[in-house]
């Protein structure tokens, strides 16, 4: 009879625990979420919920992290990945030595939380950013956080980058399927060089390029700037290379994700009850990257859509065809270090992939300028921050890969100039050109305007004739009577 009531009471007393849970958003060492009994945790705010679920049509079950209060499960961040648990006794914890751990059948680990440090007394706790951290008790340093560690889902507050004191790459990774949120082929996220830049991997091909960060925006990505609804941060030191959103308008839900295919970003649209696309990456052919090969640019509504920046002609002029376009562009005049040489302004490009280049953000335009000049090998120059009239350097070597044309003239806000190297002979040529281009055009004028000049003066002169004969007196005429 004594065990009949023992077990009553714990059973009364579990009851009671999950009771609490299903209201709570943080457990302790002694408190779990357990899948069988369909548990969750809620953020203070009721933003967010964490929990098993199975996606689309699978039977799988993962612990992950979805809106609370939008119909439908749209889910954040998932903790076990690549390893599903194929039934319901799912347990997420924190263990004896400190670790927070999803246990699986047979207690078997299907996920734990790489936390470097070890919780005295341990608080896991859901926020109402959607960021899952673990931390000590009564404090508010993280010893880990799902935000370092991101599925496919780009949220406010969530720093996508590097922290590079401990070589932590943060990036977002597409689901495989809308069934199965393994790792899938694409990725997105920050390049480690000189010139940092947010690349999106398909497999260990680049797929799209962001351009750099030019002080406003990344080069080839002018959609992504602040918004009287969220602003945007870019920050790139020694210890890290990140970029962030935060929420001006904390009433507008927003969130980024990258799917099999591309860079999406969505809106909750309250009164119609759905998530609305309203930015979606690569946006159009010429964000295919290098899609014109070495040299070449890509120009949106051109035929061909690939052309060779001035200066270069295509590789193969016999053969050179759409199928060919990766071949790309070499110099009509190749250039040694003996020649005389100088550069010429474009205005309007995505800055060339970065992975050749050096940056130095104490250097005036001028003194890039020389410093190109004196190193054979540098092909081209820019600042590297736009605002407030330029400042920084930005140099480029070998040749100048994934260029597409952003803007249509250098008036256009979102315009960029890149000083590229030309031969001083070819500049004068242009120059010589550009005079005899500007003296045809004044002849024309001149000639047009004498033209239309001739009939008019002749008319004039006619029109004075006929004034001044009007205008003789008349002599009186004696008449004799």
């Not at 705010?45 to 499960?73: C, H, M, Q």
């Not at 790489?114 to 508010?140: F, Y």
């Not at 351009?211 to 406003?216: D, F, L, S, T, V």
């Not at 959103?245 to 909750?268: G, H, P």
């Amino acid at each position: 009879m004594d065990i009949f009531y023992s077990v009553l009471l714990s059973s009364s007393l579990l009851l009671l625990y999950f009771v609490f849970s299903d209201a709570a958003d943080s457990i302790t060492q002694s408190q779990f979420i357990s899948d069988s009994n369909a548990t969750t945790l809620i953020s203070k705010d009721e933003v967010f919920a964490l929990g098993f679920f199975s996606p689309g049509n699978s039977t799988n079950r993962y612990l992950g992290i979805w809106y609370n209060k939008i119909p439908g499960t749209t889910v954040v961040w998932v903790a076990n990945r690549g390893t599903p648990i194929t039934d319901s006794s799912g347990v997420l914890k924190v263990n004896s030595s400190g670790s927070l751990v999803l246990l699986g059948q047979n207690s078997t680990f299907a996920w734990s939380a790489n936390q470097t440090k070890v919780a005295r007394k341990p608080i896991v706790q859901l926020l109402d950013s959607g960021n899952l951290v673990l931390r000590e008790e009564n404090e508010d340093n993280y010893l880990w956080q799902s935000f370092d560690y991101p599925s496919d889902t780009w949220l406010a507050g969530m720093k996508l980058g590097w922290d590079l004191r401990i070589g932590l790459d943060r990036r977002l990774t597409a689901w495989k399927s809308p069934d199965d949120p393994s790792p899938g082929e694409l990725s997105w996220g920050f390049e480690r060089h000189s010139y940092p830049e947010l690349v999106m991997m398909k497999g260990s091909q680049k797929h799209f390029r962001s351009g750099p960060w030019n002080g406003n925006f990344f080069s080839g990505m002018p959609e992504l700037q602040a918004t009287p609804l969220y602003n945007f941060t870019f920050v790139s030191n020694k210890d890290e290379v990140y970029f962030k959103f935060d929420m001006i308008q904390e009433s507008v839900i927003t969130r980024a994700v990258l799917n099999q295919s591309q860079y999406e970003r969505y809106m909750w649209v309250k009164e119609k009850n759905e998530w609305s696309m309203f930015l979606n990456l690569p946006k159009d052919k010429c964000d295919t990257y290098n899609l014109c090969g070495p040299n070449g640019n890509c120009i949106v509504g051109e035929s061909p859509i690939c052309q060779c920046v001035e200066g270069f002609k295509h590789k193969s002029l016999q053969t050179w065809n759409p199928e060919e376009w990766y071949m790309g562009c070499e110099r009509s005049k190749q250039l040694s270090c003996s020649d005389e040489i100088g550069f010429e302004n474009f205005s309007g490009f995505k800055m060339p992939d970065t992975t050749s280049s050096l940056l130095n953000e104490t250097m005036s335009l001028n003194e890039c300028r020389v410093r190109c000049l004196n190193n054979c090998t540098c092909i081209a120059y820019s600042n590297s921050n736009t605002r407030n009239g330029g400042s920084g350097c930005a140099m480029w070597f070998n040749d100048l890969i994934d260029i597409r044309q952003m803007a249509a003239n250098k008036e256009d806000a979102n315009s960029q100039d890149i000083y590229i190297r030309m031969p001083a002979s070819e500049q004068a040529g242009k120059k010589k050109q550009k005079m005899k281009v500007i003296v045809i055009v004044v002849v024309a004028i001149a000639v047009v305007f004498g033209v239309l000049l001739i009939p008019y003066c002749i008319c004039r002169r006619k029109n004075l004739r006929v004034y001044v004969v009007a205008q003789r007196p008349v002599k009186p005429v004696k008449v004799n009577l």
